[in-house]
């Protein structure tokens, strides 16, 4: 098996093919990582969540990082790794259009509605369904992929 790095172009093809990635964000000074579902379109990843511990991390630090992969097997894989900044995409006119195309993006496959925007009970107490949608701003992208 190779190793190759892959052009910026085969990259971000990874990130528009792919619907789940890991989304890293720094609360306190420690890394965390969560699994989500994203949309790739213009330079940017797109996706929604309900509010919980990345949301408020990211709004008080907005640089995140997001990993994307697909796994054929241990020869064949491709990953892409994106230095990002969080921007939140708020319920104000400013933001209309960008909200509306946040929402249409994940319509093109249902499912994706499910992880993002579900009752979600932590400790006995049920989170408050309201949906937040926000993008991340791709600042930096690279690719490896492995060849059999
Ligand atoms: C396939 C898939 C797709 C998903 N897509 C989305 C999406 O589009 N939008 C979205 O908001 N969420 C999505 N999720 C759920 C996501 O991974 C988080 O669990 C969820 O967003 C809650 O994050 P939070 O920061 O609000 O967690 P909180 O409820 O505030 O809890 C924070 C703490 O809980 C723990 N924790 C949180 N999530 C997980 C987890 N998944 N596994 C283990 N420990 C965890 C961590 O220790 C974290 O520090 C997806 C999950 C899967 C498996």
């Given at each position: 098996m190779l190793i190759e790095t892959m052009t910026r172009q085969a990259s971000i093809a990874l990130l528009d093919r792919t619907r789940l990635a890991r989304l890293a964000y720094v609360r306190d000074g420690q890394p965390h990582i969560v699994p989500m579902s994203f949309a790739y379109d213009a330079e940017?990843?797109?996706?929604?969540?309900?509010?919980?511990?990345?949301?408020?991390?990211?709004?008080?630090?907005?640089?995140?990082?997001?990993?994307?992969?697909?796994?054929?097997?241990?020869?064949?894989?491709?990953?892409?790794?994106?230095?990002?900044?969080?921007?939140?995409?708020?319920?104000?006119?400013?933001?209309?259009?960008?909200?509306r195309h946040a929402h249409t993006l994940p319509q093109r496959r249902p499912v994706w509605w499910e992880p993002g925007y579900v009752k979600t009970i932590i400790d006995g107490k049920e989170r408050p369904l309201e949906l937040l949608y926000f993008r991340v701003h791709i600042d930096r992208i690279s690719g490896r992929r492995g060849v059999p």
């Open positions: 940017c990843l797109y996706s929604f969540s309900t509010l919980g511990e990345k949301i408020v991390s990211m709004r008080a630090n907005p640089r995140v990082c997001v990993e994307a992969d697909e796994l054929i097997n241990v020869e064949k894989w491709e990953t892409a790794i994106v230095q990002g900044r969080y921007e939140e995409l708020p319920d104000t006119p400013r933001y209309d259009a960008d909200r």
